[in-house]
């Protein structure tokens, strides 16, 4: 049975219940609560108007609510005594046909899990593109969450109960998705090329990122657009409008990760693009101005620890000393450009005269938890955090681990380890104040031998700037007065340090209404990762919107998701921001 919209918010209150009586497992107080807020303007009004009632509710019908539903191919599963949606669910992913050994291991999970938590695990078996999970990702998902602690279950819970929910209205509404399939799909395609065996890293210039890159080009020119890779690895569509004289919006974002990466971390932004173009190409829509897809090849200094490479080339600041840096394996930068068969010559000519562009608009997934807990799809983002990077090496003297007194010896890793605590404490203290050490390494360590070196990295972001410069100072001086107080000598070498960046309230404001647009509440809130925005802020106006992350929001993580619903709502925002962009006075 297929209802509509307008179905729903025309009938009976009782008859709206009984409509939605299969979307949330035996509880129908859920639609009950929310039909009052009838009419919905959109499917996903709804969704969230129930996911609203379901964050609301008492702790205890949220644990109620969780009781309704069934072990995952437990008796009554197996004995058919599921209710039709959950039946459905269980048995598209083979739940209801394990092995005898897959048997045993969910079932022992079901008890420890119940036993550690007093309800039952709760997954969304089909999976964040709606294709179903595979079987083994069922119970390793099982496996990692039964060592979580309770109040984390609960709530992930009831955020798996709401994507069972999302997906069932999908089948009611006969939803099929215009672009998040899409996102979702190719995500997976490029997500599966690597440098490493396992996992997702994807350096720049390294076969799998040269791989990816003539991957989105293929798929750009495929949406109609102009083609090119330029002679920093970013790849450039172009979808031009009828007038030749128009100016340029630009968006996307970076196909570079970080090492052990998820999938969608820049890659969402340009995929949603592609994604958008192709649909306005398709149907021979244009634009009264061009629009510029960038892949920026380089955002997160994996492989020669300088960050924004694309997107500071696009902006005219590139600094041609970076062409002499080497990577790990001492390849310097320069050769890889020409041994990828770039011209680095070409480099500076990429530079774009601010004249020509409107504004730099980037979709990104959150990398964080506030829509997640706001049950909200998409966020409108105020501001993009500053960051001050450094490497910083520590010479002490190597000695005897058996025979060197403890005061009398001048260890490098117990310095550093003295100040990694103090940047934990002094970035503790003030709220939107981060600081992590995401390196730490004793080069030709032994186990009895006391460390002569010791090298880490620091990140320092706020989303104000005299705060982080504050909190870089303390920690520099403190670096200092350690170091003399133990006899260690120190070198620091700043990485980077890129200001915070204001959004521009012209562009959020035509995001807020394409939000409104369709439905969904507008939630502003400051980017604590960085973007390729702050890198364009140097030459344009910029914005972003977010799309929400599960997984309790992890990112940089193989963990980090999303779902094809929320692809597609954010498509579906952006192209509609795209087709009422209002250029600034
Ligand atoms: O580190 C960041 O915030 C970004 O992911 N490069
Ligand atoms: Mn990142
Ligand atoms: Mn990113």
Redesign the pocket.
């Known amino acids: 049975m297929t209802i509509t919209l307008h179905q729903l918010n025309s009938c009976t209150a009782s008859h709206f219940v009984e409509l939605l009586s299969g979307i949330y497992e035996h509880s129908p107080w859920i639609p009950q609560r929310a039909e009052v807020q009838r009419p919905f303007v959109s499917l996903a009004a709804l969704k969230i108007a129930m996911q609203q009632v379901v964050a609301q509710a008492s702790g205890q019908e949220q644990l109620g609510l969780i009781c309704e539903h069934p072990d995952l191919a437990g008796a009554a599963a197996l004995s058919g005594e599921l209710t039709p949606e959950s039946t459905g669910e269980q048995s598209q992913v083979g739940l209801l046909n394990c092995s005898p050994e897959q048997l045993d291991v969910i079932s022992a999970l079901n008890s420890a899990y119940r036993a550690r938590f007093g309800f039952p695990f709760i997954i969304a078996v089909k999976g964040p593109d709606g294709r179903g999970l595979k079987r083994n990702d069922i119970i390793s998902a099982f496996m990692r969450r039964v060592k979580n602690q309770r109040a984390e279950e609960l709530s992930e819970c009831l955020q798996q109960i709401n994507r069972i929910a999302e997906m069932r209205l999908n089948d009611l509404f006969n939803v099929t998705l215009e672009f998040g399939n899409d996102i979702m799909a190719q995500a997976e395609v490029i997500g599966s090329w690597s440098d490493e065996a396992v996992g997702l890293t994807c350096a720049f210039l390294t076969p799998a990122h040269r791989k990816t890159a003539n991957q989105l080009a293929e798929w750009m020119c495929a949406a109609g657009m102009q083609v090119s890779i330029d002679a920093i690895g970013n790849v450039v569509g172009r979808y031009l409008s009828d007038q030749p004289d128009a100016k340029t919006l630009i968006t996307g974002s970076h196909y570079d990760?970080?090492c052990n990466?998820g999938k969608y971390?820049?890659r969402e932004g340009i995929l949603l693009a592609i994604a958008v173009v192709r649909h306005l190409h398709a149907r021979g829509e244009k634009l009264p101005y061009h629009l510029e897809v960038i892949g920026f090849s380089e955002?997160?200094g994996v492989r020669f620890k300088s960050t924004f490479l694309g997107s500071n080339a696009v902006i005219g600041k590139f600094d041609l000393s970076l062409l002499d840096k080497t990577d790990a394996a001492g390849v310097v930068m320069r050769e890889a450009l020409t041994e990828a068969g770039h011209d680095v010559s070409c480099i500076a000519a990429i530079a774009r005269n601010p004249q020509d562009i409107l504004g730099f608009v980037e979709v990104h997934i959150e990398?964080g938890p506030v829509l997640l807990q706001k049950n909200l799809p998409v966020g409108i983002v105020s501001s993009i955090a500053g960051s001050s990077r450094f490497l910083v090496e520590f010479t002490g003297v190597a000695s005897h681990a058996g025979t060197t007194p403890m005061d009398m010896r001048k260890d490098a890793a117990v310095a550093a380890a003295e100040i990694i605590l103090f940047i934990e404490k002094r970035c503790a203290m003030v709220a939107a104040l981060v600081g992590t050490v995401g390196q730490l390494q004793v080069p030709e360590g032994s186990v009895n031998v006391i460390p002569q070196r010791c090298v880490f990295s620091m990140d320092i972001r706020a989303a104000d700037n005299l705060v982080r410069e504050a909190a870089v100072a303390a920690i520099l001086q403190q670096i200092d007065t350690v170091c003399q107080r133990r006899g260690i000598e120190f070198s620091i070498n700043k990485i980077i340090d890129i200001p915070a960046v204001q959004c521009a309230p012209w562009l959020m404001n035509q995001l807020q209404r394409a939000t409104e647009n369709a439905g969904v509440p507008v939630v502003v809130l400051p980017s604590g990762?960085g973007h390729d925005a702050m890198a364009m802020a140097n030459i344009t106006d910029v914005a972003m919107l977010f799309t929400r992350c599960g997984n309790g929001g992890i990112?940089?993580n193989p963990l980090e998701t999303m779902t094809a619903d929320d692809a597609e709502l954010s498509a579906q925002i952006f192209l509609d921001f795209l087709r009422q962009l209002k250029p600034q006075a």
Do not use: Y
Request: charged share 25%.
């Open positions: 990760t970080v990466a971390d820049g955002e997160e990398q990762a990112s940089h």
